[in-house]
T-cell receptor, first 113, second 114 residues
Framework: SQKIEQNSEALNIQEGKTATLTCNYT??????LQWYRQDPGRGPVFLLL?????KEKRKERLKVTFDTTLKQSLFHITASQPADSATYLC????????????FGTGTRLLVSP | GAVVSQHPSRVICKSGTSVKIECRSL??????MFWYRQFPKQSLMLMAT?????????EQGVEKDKFLINHASLTLSTLTVTSAHPEDSSFYICSARTDNTEAFFGQGTRLTVV
């Protein structure tokens, strides 16, 4: 069966440390993988997109890796801040003609001062 | 980035009544919009894909007669929860994509059926 799994437990880290979130999938062949941030009671907000032929993507303090062999993406937040506390969702995009995104279970990140 | 506006943000209705939720793309035309449902501490579950000028495509297990979707223009899609029951209480979110890249989400609607 098709599955997208993220760390089910909340991730607690201290301010200034690097947070690493994992997204694993099975029985999918995504053309793109996207990461979103969701705050309580709000819709998700886009953060980064990485294509299947890209190994790594960076944007300010964020870094995403994509390993299509392992079927895994890692999402890193360096120099984390309490304002980074939120739920982070990975989403698979099958590419042209499909349009719809399939979301993972999400990981809640808590950054303590 | 593009803006998707969703209304209302919260609604409480009586069991058996219908509720309409609007989703508008404010600064772009969206030929396709998506409706999701999210239960507490769970991920977004796609309910249906809304196509402008044609019938929506529903995901398996979603009752199309209960969740009516209308996409009358390139900037507006509506979701009507008909004959709502307490088990329909949830967080409903719409989104739109301009191309095969990022999705823009509405603020979400918290529906409570009493």
């Amino acid at each position: 069966s098709q599955k997208i799994e993220q760390n089910s437990e909340a991730l607690n880290i201290q301010e200034g440390k690097t947070a690493t979130l994992t997204c694993n999938y099975t029985n999918y062949s995504p053309a793109y993988l996207q990461w979103y941030r969701q705050d309580p009671g709000r819709g998700p907000v886009f953060l980064l997109l990485i294509r299947e032929n890209e190994k790594e993507k960076r944007k300010e303090r964020l870094k995403v890796t994509f390993d299509t062999t392992l079927k895994q993406s890692l999402f890193h937040i360096t120099a984390s801040q309490p304002a980074d506390s939120a739920t982070y969702l990975c989403a698979l995009d099958m590419g042209t003609g499909f349009q719809k995104l399939v979301f993972g279970t999400g990981t809640r990140l808590l950054v303590s001062p | 980035g593009a803006v998707v506006s969703q209304h209302p943000s919260r609604v409480i209705c009586k069991s058996g009544t219908s509720v309409k939720i609007e989703c508008r793309s404010l600064d772009f035309q969206a030929t396709t919009m998506f409706w999701y449902r999210q239960f507490p501490k769970q991920s977004l579950m796609l309910m249906a894909t809304s196509n402008e000028g044609s019938k929506a495509t529903y995901e398996q297990g979603v009752e199309k007669d209960k969740f009516l979707i209308n996409h009358a223009s390139l900037t507006l899609s509506t979701l009507t929860v008909t004959s709502a029951h307490p088990e329909d209480s949830s967080f409903y979110i719409c989104s739109a994509r301009t191309d095969n890249t990022e999705a823009f989400f509405g603020q979400g609607t918290r529906l409570t059926v009493v």
